[in-house]
């Protein structure tokens, strides 16, 4: 079974702009989170979709969203962009049951200059 | 809310050593799990190995096992034969019921040769 994938891996973008990143799920899997890893702020959840409707939030500003397809794809954009979303973003997939168990993909790494 | 707290930022053993991680953590839910990744230089996150929190028996993964103590909310993981390979950020994490995972802040781990 081919694992997630995370496009693009690398992004480089300048304050202000938007930006959006794409998680394809281990097939089967109709669970997909977010998530944002920095040095000071460590692994940080930002939102999860379960067939295509978003089931849980963090605690992140509204420029930041995502949404998910009916073959559970799912993309995350983030609006107006500033120097501290510089990061790595970890898309991880699951089966969406009780289990938990999350597998991630190899992230993105986002600088903003 | 829950929270999770890894208390050694970084160690070192020589290869073949065994070597425990700690990590404690906190909520207020009786059904949960919780996981330890590992995170090594190329970024992708790697589950390691899973507990659920209503089995007293501790959970083993070959080389990898952990010391789950539900009253103590702790859950150490302890490396046997430790290997170059498991050079790596290794991270705590909790789970229960939606799908968000609550990571502590890692320990970096390096294995010497």
């Known amino acids: 079974k081919a694992g997630v994938t995370q496009t693009p891996r690398y992004l480089i973008k300048t304050r202000g702009q938007q930006v959006t990143l794409s998680c394809s799920p281990i097939?089967?899997?109709?669970?997909v989170s977010w998530y944002q890893q920095t040095p000071g702020q460590g692994l940080q959840f930002l939102f999860e979709?379960?067939?295509?409707?978003?089931?849980n939030k963090g605690n992140f500003p509204g420029r930041f969203s995502g949404r998910q397809f009916s073959n559970s794809r799912s993309e995350m954009n983030v609006s107006t962009l500033e120097l501290g979303d510089s990061a790595l973003y970890l898309c991880?997939?699951?089966?969406?049951?009780?289990?938990?168990?999350?597998?991630f993909g190899p992230g993105t790494r986002l600088t903003v200059t | 809310a829950q929270t999770v707290t890894q208390s050694q930022p970084e160690m070192s053993v020589q290869e073949a050593e065994t070597v425990t991680l700690s990590c404690t953590y906190d909520?207020?839910?009786?059904?949960?799990?919780l996981f330890w990744y590992k995170q090594p230089p190329s970024r992708q996150m790697i589950l390691v190995i899973r507990?659920?929190?209503?089995?007293?028996q501790n959970a083993t993964e070959n080389r990898f096992s952990v010391n789950f103590q539900k009253a103590a909310k702790s859950f150490s993981l302890k490396i046997s034969d430790s290997q170059l390979g498991d050079t790596a950020m290794y991270f705590c994490?909790?789970?229960?019921?939606?799908?968000?995972?609550?990571f502590g802040q890692g320990t970096r781990l390096t294995i010497n040769p």
């Open positions: 991880a997939s699951s089966s969406g049951g009780v289990t938990g168990e999350q597998y």
């Open positions: 097939s089967g899997h109709r669970s």
């Open positions: 979709y379960f067939s295509e409707t978003q089931r």
């Open positions: 909520t207020s839910e009786n059904n949960y799990y």
């Open positions: 507990q659920e929190a209503y089995k007293q």
């Open positions: 994490a909790l789970i229960q019921g939606a799908q968000k995972l609550v």
